[in-house]
């Protein structure tokens, strides 16, 4: 089983809790409460890899992000985990905490990655805005949006293309998009795919399929495509031209 299917079976099992009380673990008189949370979960559930523990905004809650991008709360005892994105009253109503705090780690994710390691298609004239499109070359709708991408072009959009194919690695899926990537003219390729034209199979050692797919797991991608804006802020599904600049504040 693949690590995004079993994550996403994992989700499910949790979906399905909500609210996790777990039995009482004897808590070292010295151990904080980050330490305590981490090690009753990993008493809980052994198959979870917690990559940290800090206090969230609300009072009494803990943050415990997950490896594959999953984010719980616990209370400060460790005994009760919650599923589910943190919400703050404000003014003006709800603002989704837990996006935010998303938004950050997928700007920082981003800014780990090269420009020469995805497919660029630059923008003519002065560069207005930058977008990161996690694609698949087989999708329906990464084809749709493909068709969208001079229109970016024109309007000052750099678009940049990082690898996500969705049926995984070592599929069919990721042989098309690693060889578009191994390409002599990587532009070229992707957008021969995305006409549904063959290209020659090419998957050279060494490209960055694998970890592009992988980082896209860690950013929250779930689907394709899936639109990362300079802000960190994503933005899924297929859309237009037009909606993509506005989303981006481009007039």
Not at 41 to 65: D, H, I, K, M, T
Not at 206 to 227: E, H, I, R, S
């Amino acid at each position: 089983m693949s690590r995004h299917r079993r994550l996403s079976s994992l989700c499910g099992a949790l979906m399905s809790l909500l609210v996790l009380a777990l039995p009482a673990v004897a808590q070292e008189e010295a151990g904080t409460p980050e330490s305590t949370i981490a090690a009753k979960l990993a008493q809980a559930r052994p198959e979870l890899v917690v990559e940290s523990v800090q206090p969230s905004v609300a009072n009494g809650l803990y943050e415990v992000n997950i490896s594959g991008g999953l984010t719980l709360y616990s209370t400060e005892d460790g005994d009760f985990f919650v599923l589910g994105d943190l919400f703050a009253v404000e003014i003006d109503g709800l603002v989704n905490v837990s996006e935010q705090q998303r938004d950050v780690v997928r700007k920082e994710l981003l800014a780990e990655v090269s420009p020469e390691d995805m497919i660029v298609f630059s923008a003519e004239g002065e560069r207005r805005g930058v977008v990161t499109v996690f694609t698949d070359v087989d999708c329906f709708y990464c084809q749709k949006l493909h068709q969208e991408v001079p229109t970016l072009n024109k309007l000052g959009v750099e678009v940049r293309y990082m690898a996500y194919p969705r049926a995984g690695l070592g599929s069919e899926s990721f042989r098309k998009i690693a060889s578009a990537w191994c390409a002599e003219n990587p532009q070229q390729a992707i957008t021969a795919l995305k006409n549904r034209e063959d290209i020659p199979e090419n998957v050279c050692p060494g490209n960055p399929v694998a970890d592009q797919f992988m980082l896209g797991q860690k950013a929250g991608v779930n689907g394709t495509p899936a639109l990362v804006l300079e802000s960190g802020r994503l933005l899924p599904g297929y859309m237009t031209a037009d909606v993509i600049t506005q989303r981006m504040g481009i007039n």
